[in-house]
């Protein structure tokens, strides 16, 4: 079983929609969340950390984290084009220094 | 400030060889990690390193080693490169270890031919 699971997509929205994007993790001891977003041929570039159950919004990014079901997501409100890319979730459990990412979401806003 | 550093952007290297990966942190981080990118994957952990101390490691053959330097540079090696090898290699840095946000630099390409 992966660490880690995303949907790889590609979840396509229109312009200005909301995109919703899950990811769902094995380890009960994950204790740090985090998403990233990767344009094709860069690295990933850090959007939000989340640690505590509940919401958590920057901007149009709202991350929300459920440990009792081992989820987390990420809404991106009033979806632009340049959205458009992959979205990585990551684990960490910090007694071990590890980071697991999944395989990542590919969405795609349509102008 | 600068981010992440990475060198070099590219390389090609053959089957057999060994390479060697340079990264700097970003000013005032302590922490590196190193992962390792395979098209259509998400990185793969590989070592995370903190105050010159390897603090963590991925499911990596003993291939791979790493270092991190006083200035809290960081090299990672790979030796007898196997086709398999052939990826993007990433670097990242955080002010702690642990769970803490780690900032990624924009990477190695690798080709083992």
């Known amino acids: 079983q992966k660490e880690v699971e995303q949907n790889s997509g590609p979840l396509s929205v229109p312009e200005g929609a909301i995109a919703s994007l899950n990811c769902t993790y094995s380890?009960?001891?994950?204790?740090?969340f985090f998403w990233y977003r990767q344009y094709s041929g860069k690295s990933p570039e850090l959007i939000m950390s989340?640690?505590?159950?509940g919401d958590k919004e920057d901007g149009r990014f709202t991350a929300q984290l459920n440990k009792a079901s081992q989820y987390v997501s990420l809404l991106i409100r009033d979806s632009q084009p340049s959205d458009s890319a992959t979205y990585l979730c990551?684990?960490?459990?910090?007694?071990?220094?590890?980071?697991?990412f999944g395989s990542g979401t590919k969405l795609n806003v349509k102008p | 400030d600068a981010g992440v550093t990475q060198s070099p952007t590219h390389l090609i290297k053959t089957r057999g060889q060994h390479v060697t990966l340079r990264c700097s942190p970003i000013?005032?981080?302590?922490?590196v990690s190193w992962y390792q990118q395979v098209l259509g994957q998400g990185p793969q952990f590989i070592f995370q390193?903190?105050?010159?101390?390897?603090?963590g490691r991925g499911n990596f053959p003993d291939r791979f080693s790493a270092r991190q330097f006083p200035n809290y540079s960081s090299e990672l090696n790979v030796n007898a490169l196997l086709l398999g090898d052939s990826a993007l290699y990433l670097c990242a840095s955080s002010s702690d270890s642990g769970g803490y946000e780690q900032y990624f630099g924009p990477g190695t390409r690798l080709t083992v031919t």
């Open positions: 990551a684990v960490s459990y910090n007694n071990f220094n590890k980071f697991y």
């Open positions: 000013s005032g981080h302590k922490s």
């Open positions: 380890d009960r001891g994950s204790q740090s």
């Open positions: 989340i640690y505590s159950n």
């Open positions: 390193y903190y105050e010159k101390e390897e603090r």
